[in-house]
């Protein structure tokens, strides 16, 4: 309700209050949103590394925010080395939720043998995942 305003004044750093009460109980949605925080630096100074500290938490709960966020962050190597390979397996487990952005990235990854083996029946693969969604971007690197 603090992010974003909704019957109380928007406040960032109040919802980083309620949001670390939640994630240290074990929340897999507050720690996914506090990973954002500390991501954006928003109610809170940015820090990477709390960042990737949240989205591990979440993202070995199974939440497909988190484990699209962790990819992301190794794969830019933003609060970790950077590490294709490990940006890959985490956007794997989040395009397995049905993500049509993350099986539209982790496509190109395919196509282009980006932290795995270049494999374009894999690619293939995801791309028609994210197509059959809808996903123009997977639809066009399909056609």
């Known amino acids: 309700m603090y992010t974003h305003g909704r019957g109380v004044t ?3 750093s109040e919802a980083v209050k309620w949001y670390t009460q939640a ?22 100074d940015q820090n990477y590394a709390e960042a990737v500290k949240f989205f591990m938490q979440a993202a070995e ?5 988190a484990q699209n966020n962790l990819g992301l962050m190794y794969d830019e190597g933003c609060g970790v080395d950077q590490n294709y390979a490990e940006a890959a397996k985490w956007y794997t487990k989040a ?13 190109w990854m395919y196509e282009e043998g980006r932290g795995v083996s270049k494999d374009d029946a894999t690619a293939v693969m995801w791309y028609a995942k994210a197509a059959e969604q809808g996903n123009a971007a997977a639809q066009y690197n399909l056609g």
């Open 23 to 44: 994630a240290e109980q074990g929340n897999a949605e507050a720690q996914t949103c506090l990973g954002l925080m500390y991501y954006e630096g928003c109610g809170i």
């Open 95 to 107: 395009a397995e939720q049905g993500d049509a952005d993350v099986q539209t990235y982790l496509g």
């Open 10 to 12: 928007q406040n960032d």
């Open 61 to 65: 709960q199974g939440d497909a925010d």
